[in-house]
Structure formats: structure tokens, C-alpha cells
């Protein structure tokens, strides 16, 4: 008994020598309910744009096949402020969700591995958005949202190198969707429901089943 005790003293050692080296070198205090979060306001603020936004200019376009330059003009500055409010409202809930785990784990919420993992998410976001706003400069609307799915895509799998690797495989999906809807230039919205809104949620519940349940 004594030696299978020893034993059991060593794997549970090794095991906790493991989660210290992850700790110094991996953020894993993402919580799943911040991808949850994420995908619920991904959702609702598809079903504005889709319901409520280009509901109000459909008739319009229906009469003549194309808006004038005003009502386009109006109709860019909605989408805009729109996808603004939905980044903001799903960055505040994963900051929000973050914190409270890191506070649960008595780990600091902005360390030297978290740093690393913000300016590795933020680079290919930033580039990413700044590749958008030349597109929407020229009103070229197409790719828009695969541009959207595919650079955030990039931006997660970038960043899982210094996080939980589940989220490299987020990041794989996002990128395939993207692609994807490059084929169907028309359907953007839907796609960036899919890729923002339902990946999120599946994505954040099952983390949260994996890391967070117990």
C-alpha cells in the first residue's frame, strides 16, 4: 500500500507541477460564458439589421433596384454603428466573465501571459479592421463579412498560443465560414450570424462544460 501510495503522491505532484507551468505560460482563465455572451449579441444584433435596418430600405429597393446615394449613405452609418454596439456590449461581457473567473482562480487578470495573448488577438484584429474600413471607404460591400470571419478567425488562432488551444479550433471554423461565404456574396449577414453568433455559443458552452462546470 505504501508504494502504491508513493506512487499516487507522484502522479498527483507531477500533475500539479503541469498546471503551474500552464499557468505561467498560458492564459486559461477565458470563461465560456463570455463565448456564450458573444453569440447571443452576434445574434440579436443580425436579427436588427436583417428586421429592423434593411427592413426600413427593402421597399425602397424593391421600386427602383438601387437606393440613392443619401439613403446608402444612411444605411453604411447604421450597419456601422450596429456592428460598433455588438463588439462593444460582447467586449464588456467577456471582460466581465474573464474577470470573475481570474478573481475565482486568485490569478491577476492582467499579467505578462495575458499581455501577450491581447496584443496577439488585438494585431490581426486591428489589421483586419483597418483592411474593412478601406473596403467600405470605396462602398465595396462584398466582402465585408467573409473579411470579418476570416481575420477574426486568424486573430484566435494566433492567439491560442498563449491560451487554451481549444480555441485554435474556434478560430479554424470562423476561417472555413468566412471562405465559405465568399460563394454566396449575398448571404453575408447570415454567414456572420453563423460564424459570430452560433459558433460562439457552441463554442462557449462547451468550455464551459469542459473547465467550468465543476
Known amino acids: 500500500m505504501s508504494e502504491q501510495n508513493q506512487q499516487q503522491d507522484t502522479i498527483r505532484e507531477v500533475r500539479d507541477i503541469r498546471q503551474m507551468m500552464e499557468r505561467s505560460s498560458r492564459f486559461i482563465s477565458l470563461s465560456g460564458l463570455s463565448g456564450v455572451a458573444a453569440g447571443v449579441f452576434a445574434l440579436a444584433g443580425a436579427a436588427i439589421a436583417r428586421f429592423g435596418i434593411f427592413k426600413d430600405y427593402y421597399f425602397r429597393y424593391t421600386e427602383l433596384g438601387h437606393w440613392s446615394r443619401d439613403e446608402f449613405r444612411q444605411l453604411k452609418i447604421q450597419l456601422l454603428a450596429l456592428a460598433a454596439g455588438v463588439f462593444v456590449a460582447a467586449f464588456l461581457s467577456a471582460f466581465y466573465f474573464t474577470w ?18 491581447f496584443w496577439n488577438t488585438v494585431i490581426p484584429l486591428a489589421t483586419g479592421g483597418l483592411f474593412i474600413l478601406g473596403m467600405l471607404q470605396y462602398n465595396d460591400w462584398d466582402f465585408v463579412a467573409p473579411a470579418c470571419l476570416i481575420f477574426y478567425g486568424l486573430a484566435l488562432v494566433n ?34 450570424a453563423a460564424g459570430f453568433g452560433i459558433l460562439h455559443i457552441i463554442y462557449g458552452i462547451v468550455m464551459w462544460w469542459k473547465y467550468e462546470r465543476a
Open 100 to 117: 470573475r473567473k481570474s478573481h475565482q482562480q486568485g490569478v491577476s487578470l492582467w499579467n505578462h501571459t495575458s499581455r501577450r495573448l
Open 159 to 192: 492567439a491560442s498560443k498563449y491560451t487554451l488551444t481549444d480555441i485554435r479550433y474556434l478560430g479554424y471554423c470562423e476561417i472555413i465560414v468566412g471562405l465559405i461565404s465568399m460563394k454566396w456574396i449575398g448571404y453575408g449577414l447570415y454567414f456572420w
